[in-house]
């Protein structure tokens, strides 16, 4: 642009002049003066503005009107204007300055300057005439008429003339005033409709124009024998080729040799048939490299239907074939190895199945094995007691008989777990009252709760039923969770409270509570409460004794039952 308006008064002696000029430029000559600094201001202070036009008065006829519209910063421009380390190598090493603007700063302004002196010069030389004419032709009446014709006519057909030489120059927002309904103003009306149209169409042409420009897909335009007539720059810089390059040539100057032939064909066949297609093509660029592109290809027709060109719109997909092509063998390989250790947990399952199931046969086994001496060995201490024996060795039968008593307990508790893991528990279905189950529990455990002066109290519905079910598993759980209720209390009482949830002519749900005063469980704890050979602290087991099997086989007992089995407790509180 600079270097035209340089070569401009070489070819036309209207003395405009126009530049691009900035208050930061890199070629001196585009410096803006201090005209063009106060449009800059202005612009600045007006972003939605897209041009102004003032009148610049100079003294010796050298006035001027100037006409700018601001350059703005736009992404493409950051390119050279942005970071400096990020402008081209050619860009930094030439210029040091112009760097570290932002999207949508104004870099500067077009300018125009059109000096005034000949449209005044004009003007006068129009008015004189008029004045000479009608002085000489029609004396004092003519003078009038030429007045008339001055404000009424020269200077409205001046505006329209002047009107029309702004929107040739490319100033389409020109607008003429109407201000009576007369011929003229019929003729300024049809002329700013005309400019409204001219201005619509001419921005309907930026925009598009801006938009298959800065596209992000390349975008080529050919004739109707593939020829290239245009193509955007994007293409230019996927491809390498410059657009003086590839004008005129066929874009079969791309082909790699890799895209089959028969995508080609259907590609030609749709065209000729007016219809687009769309498919990838395997493309070399001019360094050699080589692209995949996904291609939108459609007719351009005219108004009368008949097709004149052809666009392609191409998108570059390599790197999305690269990361496909990756993720299908991550895919591939991914699965290889959930099948791999699917069969790995399923023979480790399996074989974990089998050790169960042994491992509870062989505990099932021994627990009778070591269970039947074990009952011969309480029989005869009992047998030795009731025969009678000194003090000393009373004491000491009498540890002997606790000591059998809890490993017969404790071997019973094995033997019903592994029963229950072995899936070998068969639940009776025996008419029962519940009244008796609670009257054993209490009886079983009323000597325990003695010894420590704990009330056993119960509180039971009326039920005036007869239940079916397996009475002696029930009275183990319960009796389970009075007898651990009881140990862990020293001082309050202990609670065993019935009632009824939910009742049928064939069924009911009942709730069991044992309520305790005693050491509580800390949250910590609860959620392990019910595994196999688990307490809540280590340390209850040294003081208080057990094997942490029975509430693991009572929460065993109520889910065969159709039921659960759970905690709440408060540490201090039981």
Sequence with gaps: FSRI?????????????????????????????????????????NPKASERMERVDRAEGKGYLLYTAPIWIEQFCLKCHGDREAAPPSIREKYDTAYGYQLGELRGVASIKIPTKKFDSRFREIWGAQVVKSFFGYAILLLAVGYLLEHLVTRRIARLQAGAERIAEGDYATRLPIHSDDE????????????????????????????????????????????????????????????DEVRGQNPRLLQSGRTPLASYQAMWAALKAGQGWQGELFNRRKDGSEFVEHIIIAPIRQANGEISNYLAVKQDITEQKRISEELDAHRDHLEQLVTRRTEELSSARQRADEASAAKSTFLANMSHEIRSPLNAINGMAYLMRRDGLPPEQMARLGKLEASGKHLLETINAVLDLSKIEAGKLVLEQTEFGLYEVIDNVCTMASDRAASKQLPLLTEIPQLNVRLIGDPTRLQQALLNFV????????????????????ASDSRVTLRFEIIDTGIGIDAEAIGRLFNSFEQADSSTTRRFGGSGLGLAISKKIAEAMGGEAGVQSTPGAG
């Excluded at 309050?492 to 019935?498: A, H, I, K, P, W």
């Design 184 to 243: 003229i103003c019929h003729l300024a009306n049809a002329f700013n409709r005309m400019a409204e149209g001219v201005q619509s169409r001419e921005l309907a042409l930026i925009k598009l124009s801006q938009a298959v420009e800065q596209s992000p897909e390349s975008i080529v335009i050919t004739d109707l024998d593939g020829n290239i007539e245009y193509v955007n720059q994007r293409f230019v810089e996927n491809t390498g080729y410059s657009f």
């Design 5 to 45: 308006s340089k070569d401009f008064a070489n070819w036309n002696d209207s003395g405009i002049l126009f530049n691009n000029v900035s208050d930061q430029p890199r070629n001196p000559v585009n410096l803006a003066d201090a005209e063009e600094l106060a449009a800059m201001a202005w612009f600045r202070q």
């Design 483 to 502: 007898g651990n209720a009881i140990k862990f209390t020293e001082a309050g009482s202990v609670t065993l409270r019935v009632s009824e949830i939910e």
